[in-house]
């Protein structure tokens, strides 16, 4: 049964399908634990893509063999106009995967209540988990080809669920999270008409053992959370089973819906 996005339907997506005839460039950004697992399983799984992957103020693990360091700041204008010179020599891209993301940063920490609230503190998580990824497929968008199937996927978060909410908490991040997919789901609307072959994603990995979630795994129940690896796989399995027709919708890591 076709799956259409999580606000119109609610069924299951289709088994996942290979990645190995996909053809053309992937871009991994965020060199994080998820980002360089996503490299190595793409190295792996579609060898018929030249993979390029993001580099920041040298704060990323080594990339993979063979992978193109790209250097790129999502939140610096600058670095994104020139981003697309970047890839010039590329072939085409055929897939792009943010996995940039911020939740905490010495004194910027998930808020518990009202009174933890900070401006700068609200204004850097937006910059990195909302705009970062909207504002990286506005600078991709000359790239890609309207003729060639292409995939646009961005790590979202189960917590930026406004319908799933029920502790409260965490404000800036879910906030940031909870507008980055409205952000994407109005792109994929746009794209849906200049680009009928691309589908948007977002997607939520599951908690994985990455710096990120670093501070707040020890409540973690047993075998929820996942190694970069698994996480990895588990993204490219949902990617691989996305089409055009659900752009724009949000998933979990096991390949079910979300409710935004």
């Excluded at 790209?70 to 670095?79: E, G, P």
């Excluded at 409260?168 to 994407?184: E, P, S, V």
């Excluded at 996480?231 to 055009?244: K, R």
Aim: charged share 15%; proline share 9%; hydrophobic share 45%.
């Amino acid at each position: 049964m076709r799956h259409v996005a999580p606000d119109i339907a609610s069924t299951n997506p289709p088994a996942p399908e290979t990645l190995a005839g996909w053809h053309g460039t992937a871009l991994v950004v965020g060199c994080g634990g998820i980002g360089t697992a996503l490299l190595q399983a793409l190295g792996t799984r579609a060898p018929g893509l030249q993979l390029a992957g993001s580099r920041r103020h040298g704060h990323c693990s080594p990339l993979p063999e063979g992978v193109r360091a790209v250097a790129l700041d999502l939140t610096n204008d600058a670095s994104l106009a020139a981003l697309p010179q970047q890839l010039a020599d590329l072939p085409p891209l055929r897939l792009v995967i943010n996995t940039a993301g911020l939740l905490h940063d010495g004194p910027l920490q998930p808020e518990k209540r009202l009174a933890r609230l900070n401006r700068a503190h609200l204004e850097r998580s937006f910059a990195v988990n909302a705009f970062g990824p909207v504002l990286l497929a506005q600078a991709l968008d000359p790239l890609i080809d309207r003729a060639q199937p292409f995939h646009f996927a961005s790590l979202s978060a189960r917590v930026g669920s406004i319908g799933d909410n029920q502790l409260g908490g965490w404000y800036a991040y879910r906030a940031a999270k909870a507008a980055q997919n409205q952000l994407l789901r109005t792109l994929a609307i746009e794209w849906r008409r200049r680009l009928p072959l691309a589908c948007v994603g977002l997607l939520h990995p599951g908690t994985t053992a990455t710096a990120l979630s670093d501070p707040f795994q020890a409540g973690v129940p047993d075998g929820k959370l996942f190694s970069p690896d698994r996480a990895a796989g588990h993204l490219l399995d949902v990617i691989a089973s996305l089409t055009p027709e659900q752009s724009g919708s949000f998933w979990a890591w096991d390949g079910q819906p979300i409710p935004w």
